[in-house]
Each structure stands twice: as C-alpha cells, then as structure tokens.
C-alpha cells in the first residue's frame, strides 16, 4: 500500500493527461469526478450535476471560482461545492505532485 | 432529409422507449416527473398515448391539492416549472383521452398558475431562471386558450398578458434572452421563449403588440448562434434539439422558412451524427439518458410533421391549433 492511499490521498492522473483546458473525467470505483482548472489550480467536483445530470466537466469556469453547469446554469464553488440552488456539490481535496494528481475521497 | 429514415429512427427509439417503460412509469411507482412529462409528450406525438391512459391517471393521482406537482411524484412540495410540463401534458393528452378525472385535473392546474404568478408577471422556480420558469405557464395557457378551455377563462387570459409582458420587456438589444444566473449564452432561453411562450399569439390572433418582431429577432439570433457544424451551445445535444425545434415552429409560424430551413437541416443532421445506438445522451459521446432519448425522438417527429404537406402539421405538434 502506497503512503498516498495510507494517507486517504488517491491518485487520478497526471497533468499532462488533462486536456487543453486543464479538464478530465476521472472514475474511483463507480465515482464519477470531473478535474477542472481554474485559477492555475486544480479542483475536485462531482462527474454530474446535482439538478438533471449535466457533465460538469463540460461546464463554464467562473471567477470564484466556480462551474456553471452547461445544460440548465447551475453554479457550484470548486472550493466548498455550495450553490445558490437547492443542491449542494461534492467537491474532493487536491494535491498535485510531481505531475501526479491525487483527491482524497 | 430522408424522410423514410427518419421514420425508420422515429420507430426504433420508440421500441427503446417502450423498453425502457420501468425508467420513466408511473405506473411502475414513484417517478422524475420532469422525465415523466418528456415520456407523455413522445406518446402523443407519436399517436401512442392511447395504449398508456394509465400513466395519464396516475400523473393525476400524484397532483396535489393546489394544483401543482412536485419534480419528483413522491415529494411534497409543488413546483411551477415541472407543474406547468405535466399540466401541458394533461390538457393535450386529454384531447384524445377525453377523460373526466384529466379535466378536472387541468382545472386545478389553471387554478395553481393563477395563485402562484407574481406581481410583476413572473413566475418563480428556485431550479429555474425566472424567464425559463415564466415561459412554461405561458405555454400552458397558450394552449388552454388554443384549445377553447373555459375554466376561468378571463383570469387565464389576463395571467397570461403579464407573462408575455415580462418576458418581452427583457428582450436584450440584439434580440436574445440572457439570464446571468443560470443561461449566460441565452441560447436554450431564446430558444424556449420564442417557441413555447410568444410565437403562439401569431396563431391566437395577434393580441399582444411586438411578439412578431420579437419572435423574428429572437429566431435571427439563433440562427447566427450555430455553430458551423450544425450544432449550437459548444455540441450541447439539449440546446441544439430545442434550438431546431424553437426554429421549426417559428419559421413556419412567421414565414420565415427560406431563411432557417438550411439551419434546422443542418441541426438535425448533427443530431442524428451523435446517436447512440439507442437514444441519445447530452453531450456526443456520453451515455444515453431517457430524457434526452425523449427530446430526440420529438425532434423527430416534429421535423416529419415541418416536412409534410400541411404547413400547419408542425404547429399542431405544439398544441397551438386543435
């Protein structure tokens, strides 16, 4: 067992397996778990949108910061995953390492 | 557009539908009813209701008392947005259903809008933006009017005028609806504004002053929102099948075809690009989700309704002539 899954911290990717716009779809187990960058820093929120199951991978970035889902506007923070809606987020802690990405579940 | 493959695509994903009953049955037990009222809206359009009258019973045994239904059929709280799709659905369905326990469930339905519009014409839903959660009551008694209904009729008509005031009076400049909360790019707003609220007063006799330039504006920003590719809202399934849609029924209502008949053609044929092997999921690429599975197959069936001789097919499909 790594010190990193000892510690609760899972390893998800590497950055330069984020896309153009710092963003993957990554899967613990049956968790679906979008990575966005926003800020120069990378985040750690639930794969679908708590309203009708909008990708949030797919989402606006917005000062905050903050994900607006793309299909019906849902603003979530990236930090704290609370919304002006009647839902809140799942949002994960993040470490990058040596390139390495890993959230704490 | 090959009409007979679209035919063809219109069958198969309904068989998939019908599948996939459990998902979205009431009958089955408790439901999404944002999902439910998508499933209903597929069994009229494709002539089938008749075969699940039963789902139309049950959606009027989970109404509540003050009229409204909540998003999902085991929760207490009525909600204006899902409220106003369910009640459509009703009030359309019961055309061919003809059944005493559905008008008298539209009626409690007309009653619930009528108690729950603000003052200033709105109508609010917290999962909602309050031009999207207007436009839906508006729709809904577009079609109660279309439709002859009588239940309090000169309050419906007067509820009615205010809804279509507020969603005038915020008509941006360059033609579309914005909502900073929850549509920046102001398509699926424009798209559902210009379809399901304003364009029907064209039909009812053009009562409300500025819905024709409104509805041309609105249609002309969508327009010029595609996308190269056919799609619009950066490859949203969603928006692209409510932007065809909105500008099916507009076009033909205003005249408009010679201008957005190559858009509309080129927007179906992304969205028959990116099905699945059965129904459709919200982006390209992602799992199909009924829902999406339901827009598709209506987009469908009102383009077959646009391409057919009767140029008032398609309008009917909204329910806004009998």
């Known amino acids: 067992m790594s010190p990193e899954t000892e510690a609760g911290w899972v390893p998800v990717a590497r950055l330069e397996e984020l896309d153009a716009r710092g963003r993957a779809v990554v899967r613990v187990g049956a968790t679906?778990?979008?990575?966005?960058?926003?800020?120069?820093?990378?985040?750690?929120?639930?794969g679908r949108c708590p309203h009708r199951g909008g990708p949030l991978v797919r989402g606006f970035v917005e000062a905050g910061?903050?994900?607006?889902?793309?299909m019906h506007g849902w603003r979530f923070d990236l930090e704290t995953g609370a919304s002006d809606r009647p839902a809140r987020a799942t949002v994960y802690p993040v470490r990058v390492e040596g390139g390495q990405i890993s959230i704490r579940l | 557009m090959d009409v007979a493959s679209i035919?063809?695509?219109?069958?198969?994903?309904?068989?998939?539908?019908?599948?996939?009953?459990?998902?979205?049955?009431?009958?089955?037990?408790?439901q999404d009813l944002e999902l439910v009222a998508h499933a209903l809206r597929v069994l009229l359009h494709t002539g089938a209701l008749g075969d699940f009258r039963d789902e139309y019973r049950a959606l009027a045994a989970c109404q509540h008392a003050d009229g409204g239904w909540a998003p999902r059929s085991d929760e207490p709280a009525s909600t204006v947005w899902?409220?106003?799709?369910?009640?459509?659905?009703?009030?359309?369905?019961?055309r061919i259903l003809g059944e005493p326990v559905l008008a008298a469930s539209v009626g409690r339905a007309i009653d619930y809008f009528l108690d729950t519009q603000q003052d200033d014409g709105r109508w609010v839903d917290p999962r909602w933006a309050d031009l999207d959660t207007t436009s839906h009551p508006v729709s809904f008694f577009n079609v109660v009017l279309a439709l002859g209904e009588r239940h309090r009729r000169a309050d419906v008509e007067r509820a009615w005028r205010r809804g279509l005031r507020f969603i005038l009076?915020?008509?941006?400049?360059?033609?579309?609806?914005h909502d900073a909360g929850f549509h920046p790019s102001g398509v699926e707003i424009t798209a559902h504004l210009i379809q399901d609220a304003?364009?029907?007063?064209?039909?009812?006799?053009?009562?409300?002053?500025?819905?024709?330039d409104a509805c041309r504006r609105g249609l002309a920003c969508l327009r010029g929102w595609q996308a190269a590719d056919g799609s619009w809202d950066e490859e949203n399934v969603d928006h692209t099948m409510d932007s065809v849609r909105s500008s099916m029924v507009v076009s033909r209502i205003l005249g408009d075809d010679a201008a957005t008949t190559a858009p509309i053609e080129r927007g179906l044929a992304w969205i028959l690009r990116h099905k699945n092997?059965?129904?459709?999921?919200?982006?390209?690429?992602?799992?199909?989700?009924?829902?999406?599975?339901?827009?598709?197959?209506?987009?469908?069936?009102?383009?077959?309704?646009?391409?057919?001789?009767?140029?008032r097919a398609v309008v009917r499909l909204w329910g806004y002539v009998p």
């Not at chain 2, 106003?84 to 659905?89: K, N, S």
């Not at chain 2, 304003?198 to 024709?212: F, H, K, M, Q, T």
């Open chain 1, 32 to 46: 679906e778990i979008a990575l966005v960058t926003a800020e120069g820093r990378v985040f750690a929120i639930q």
């Open chain 1, 65 to 70: 910061p903050a994900i607006r889902c793309p």
């Open chain 2, 7 to 30: 035919d063809e695509t219109i069958a198969g994903e309904f068989r998939f539908l019908v599948q996939e009953r459990a998902g979205w049955s009431l009958v089955a037990g408790p």
């Open chain 2, 82 to 94: 899902v409220s106003a799709f369910c009640a459509l659905m009703q009030l359309r369905g019961n």
């Open chain 2, 169 to 177: 009076d915020r008509q941006t400049p360059e033609g579309g609806w």
């Open chain 2, 198 to 212: 304003l364009v029907a007063d064209l039909v009812l006799g053009e009562r409300v002053p500025g819905i024709r």
């Open chain 2, 277 to 311: 092997a059965h129904g459709w999921g919200d982006f390209p690429g992602m799992e199909t989700n009924l829902e999406r599975t339901c827009d598709g197959i209506d987009t469908l069936c009102k383009y077959r309704a646009f391409a057919a001789a009767d140029p």
